[in-house]
C-alpha cells in the first residue's frame, strides 16, 4: 500500500496553527525539527490522512481553514484501516512507529476536530527528510 505527503507543517511556537512549509527533517527520538511540539515520548509526530476527512461532520467542516494546519504530515491514499497502532510507515526517507489514534480528549471545531478523533501519533525511528510529493509506505508492524 502505498501513498503520499500532501503537505510537512509546523508551528514555531505552541499555540499557533502549523503552516505548511513544504519539506522538513524528522529526527529519531524527537519529530519534526522546529516544530514546537516535537519532544521524546510516543506523540513525537503527528499524522492526518486525508481520508479522515471524510467523517467529518457538514457543521464542522464548515469550521476547517484551508492552510491551517495542527498535524507535522498531511497524507493521502492509505485507507484508514491500514493506519493502526504498531505499523510502520516509510515516510520520505524517514520511518515512523504509528503509537496512538487520536487523543485523550476530542476538539469540537476546526482540524482540531478529526485530528484529535483520527490523527495518527507516534514517534520517529529513522531520521530523514520528508517533502510534499514524497512516497509514505507501510513496512509492516513495530
Not at 513544504?22 to 514546537?36: F, H, S
Not at 479522515?52 to 504530515?73: G, K, R
Not at 505499523?87 to 485530528?115: D, N
Amino acid at each position: 500500500m502505498k501513498g503520499k505527503v500532501v503537505a510537512v507543517n509546523r508551528a514555531e511556537k505552541r499555540g499557533i496553527p502549523k503552516r505548511n512549509v513544504g519539506e522538513g527533517y524528522l529526527q529519531e527520538g524527537w519529530g519534526l525539527v522546529g516544530d514546537a511540539h516535537a519532544g521524546e515520548g510516543d506523540r513525537q509526530i503527528s499524522i492526518l490522512p486525508l481520508e479522515a476527512m471524510e467523517l467529518v461532520p457538514p457543521t464542522i467542516s464548515s469550521t476547517i481553514e484551508e492552510e491551517i494546519y495542527t498535524e507535522n504530515i498531511t497524507i493521502e491514499g492509505i485507507p484508514l484501516n491500514e493506519l493502526s497502532i504498531g505499523r510502520k510507515l516509510r515516510i520520505g526517507e524517514a520511518e515512523v512507529l504509528i503509537c496512538h489514534i487520536g487523543k485523550e480528549r476530542f476538539k469540537e471545531l476546526g482540524r482540531s476536530y478529526i485530528v484529535s478523533r483520527e490523527g495518527r501519533f507516534g514517534k520517529v525511528i529513522r531520521s530523514g527528510r520528508v517533502k510534499v510529493g514524497d512516497a509514505v509506505i507501510i513496512l509492516g508492524e513495530g
